[in-house]
């Protein structure tokens, strides 16, 4: 059944939802777009309870609560031990899940099937819906036993999610679109410098050496004048050690000037961030749909990245778009010729790319897919499944 709210025009679900998630926190750089995601959640359907690891900053509907499991709380003594914290963790998410049990009906994991192993006895028991969306190359021995008790899986593409199963829906991403929009001044040259931006974090995942070696073929084979500025945290040691040592390969190299480290941002002011470049480039080697990039895209931004997942997406832009992993090269030439291309050409193809985002990747499309699926395409293939 679905219910139209009496003070608007929008279609909302009669579904009481249970979101388990790592972090709430509306100024996060790496996870803020979950914060995004709960609201749109919030406002299709009738309830949502969030419970996280770590809550920040929320701004939420009221028909919206969130519960934290605690790791923003700074500790002493035996709570820093790891296995401790871990079993504070786990007794407070099973505390809360039956506490709240009569408030939700549906459950929608984020990326970490051992919640689901934590708590789906529980679920089960009480007749719950389990869903999980996943959407990484990774395939680990909590998924593949997770897979067994959850009711679907969603996922971004088709090799976001890599085990065979009947459960798995493919829906795209959820990117906002009303926020990521084109900007006027996405393509102006300022100082006469052809403007690139990457995101994500600092971590060799991300590959950021391909990029710096680009940028050196650039300047080597070409008199186009380039800047590059990365956007994005460190999240451990290692990250902090691979950042030194990318510091370091920019100037043994002599491209300080051509390479700048912005740090993070969040994701609510990431659209502002991303307005006045030319081209976004990505490089992450993750195999999943990296949200950066149609974000970036939704701006009107054009894209280069080896991700892929991304041949899905990209559709017949993927060979103009898209180079071989780690080959600096192709990564060079590829950023020679959208240099090449005049501004209205640019603009034309990030107009097109943004098209495929809202065509298909738009938030609240996305939440609607997921809603949709669970109120009425699961409950049939369920009763077909009881009745053979």
Known sequence: MQVRDRTSSKLQYSMRLLIVTQKIDEQDAVLGFMHGWVAEFARQAESVSVICLEKGEVNLPENARVFSLGKEKTELGIRNYELWKKIKYAWRFVRYIVQTRKEYDTVFVHMNPEYILLGVIFWKWWGKTVTLWYAHKSVTWHLRLALHFVDVVFTSTKSGFRLLSTKVKVIGQGIDTERFMIHDSRFMIQGGAFKIVTVGRITPSKDYDTLIDAVIIVRTNSNLKIHVDIVGPTSVESDEVYLKSLKEKITQKGIGDAVTFLGPVANSKLPEALAGYSLFVNMGHTGSLDKAVPEAMAMGLPVLTCNEAF????????????????????????????????????????????????????????VSKILSSIQYELPARQSQSNGQ
């Open 311 to 366: 041949k899905e997406v990209l559709g017949p832009f993927r060979g103009d778009l898209m180079y071989a992993k780690s080959n600096a090269e192709a990564l060079g030439g590829k950023i020679l010729r959208l240099a090449a291309l005049s501004e209205n050409e640019r603009r034309i193809l990030g107009g097109e790319l943004r098209a495929i985002v809202v065509r298909e990747h738009s938030l609240k499309s996305f």
